[in-house]
């Protein structure tokens, strides 16, 4: 089956760094996760699911406010894997990271317009 595959979480101290990974399984060699937009987002304790970021499968990308100019969408489509590099973690970035794919445009940040979503990856930002 089509999804996606969080990688990258962790236990980090507040003002580091972490960069996770959003790579493809079960794709067809000849449908990669680059033909997709890809969305980042994460769900805390209690808390809804927050959109963060998403990347169009041409490479445009767009932010929430909450998290532009700390963090940074990429794709790499020779190793067939979207990143969200984080900088200035807060601890209220502690949240489980989900990526998403949808067609091919980032359009609402609105969940329910992504269609295959991974399995998360935990990250705890705490001193």
């Known amino acids: 089956q089509l999804r996606p595959v969080e990688s990258g979480g962790g236990l980090v101290q507040p003002g580091g760094s972490l960069r996770l990974s959003c790579a493809a399984s079960?794709?067809?060699?000849?449908?990669?996760?680059?033909?997709?937009?890809v969305g980042w987002f994460r769900q805390a304790p209690g808390k809804e699911r927050e959109a963060l970021s998403c990347?169009?499968?041409?490479?445009?990308?767009k932010y929430v406010d909450s998290v532009q100019g700390r963090f940074t969408i990429s794709r790499d489509n020779a190793k067939n894997t979207v990143y969200l590099q984080m900088n200035s973690l807060k601890p209220e970035d502690t949240a489980v990271y989900y990526c998403?794919?949808?067609?091919?445009?980032?359009?609402?940040?609105?969940?329910?317009?992504?269609?295959?979503w991974g399995q998360g990856t935990r990250v705890t930002v705490s001193s």
């Open positions: 079960g794709f067809t060699s000849g449908f990669p996760l680059n033909h997709y937009a």
């Open positions: 990347i169009s499968s041409s490479g445009s990308t």
């Open positions: 998403a794919t949808r067609g091919t445009y980032c359009g609402g940040w609105g969940p329910e317009e992504y269609d295959k």
